[in-house]
């Protein structure tokens, strides 16, 4: 009975800390971009958590590695080819988590400047609806065996 109490209290206070940390704000996370060759093409890939009761919405990004940076949308085409659609914005809904990941929405660099290999890191601004410029230094990973489980290897 006693043990069944503690742990109550400790979820509560988990709880509770959690409530606490919750930014109020749009913050990246899981972060990598797919490491490309010099005047080919590479994405980036991230999760942006609205944590504010307003939404807001990603209304593009900019890097020194490419000559343009767009917004993506990959999908199956109806002849089951995956077709990359520029999108003029990625909505982020108040208080959720919008994934950027391959196969769907992603931030796309067009045009290297420079080789991007895993072990790189690439400077990459995002621009928002209604707030501040937010600047991420991405780490450059090998998109093999990136694929559905792929992202394991980096969480806690
Ligand atoms: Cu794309």
Redesign the pocket.
Same mark, same amino acid.
Request: aromatic share 4%; glycine share 10%.
């Given at each position: 009975m006693k043990k069944i109490f503690f742990s109550l209290i400790l979820t509560s206070l988990l709880l509770a800390a959690c409530g606490a940390n919750m930014p109020n704000e749009v913050a990246a996370k899981d972060f990598w971009a797919r490491s490309g060759m010099k005047d080919g093409n590479s994405?980036a890939y991230m999760m942006l958590q609205n944590g504010t009761d307003a939404d807001d919405e990603l209304i593009g990004a900019s890097s020194d590695v490419a000559q343009a940076v767009?917004l993506?949308l990959?999908q199956m085409k109806a002849d089951g080819t995956m077709e &990359?659609i520029q999108q003029q914005l990625i909505s982020l809904p108040a208080g959720k988590m919008t994934e950027l990941k391959p196969g769907s929405y992603?931030v &796309?660099l067009i045009g290297l400047t420079r080789d991007l290999k895993a072990g790189d890191e690439i400077s990459l601004t995002l621009k928002f609806k209604n707030r501040a410029d937010l600047s991420l230094t991405i780490p450059v990973k090998d998109a093999e065996g990136m694929g559905g489980g792929g992202m394991e290897g980096h969480m806690p």
């Amino acid at each position: 009975m006693k043990k069944i109490f503690f742990s109550l209290i400790l979820t509560s206070l988990l709880l509770a800390a959690c409530g606490a940390n919750m930014p109020n704000e749009v913050a990246a996370k899981d972060f990598w971009a797919r490491s490309g060759m010099k005047d080919g093409n590479s994405a980036a890939y991230m999760m942006l958590q609205n944590g504010t009761d307003a939404d807001d919405e990603l209304i593009g990004a900019s890097s020194d590695v490419a000559q343009a940076v767009e917004l993506h949308l990959s999908q199956m085409k109806a002849d089951g080819t995956m077709e &990359m659609i520029q999108q003029q914005l990625i909505s982020l809904p108040a208080g959720k988590m919008t994934e950027l990941k391959p196969g769907s929405y992603h931030v &796309m660099l067009i045009g290297l400047t420079r080789d991007l290999k895993a072990g790189d890191e690439i400077s990459l601004t995002l621009k928002f609806k209604n707030r501040a410029d937010l600047s991420l230094t991405i780490p450059v990973k090998d998109a093999e065996g990136m694929g559905g489980g792929g992202m394991e290897g980096h969480m806690p």
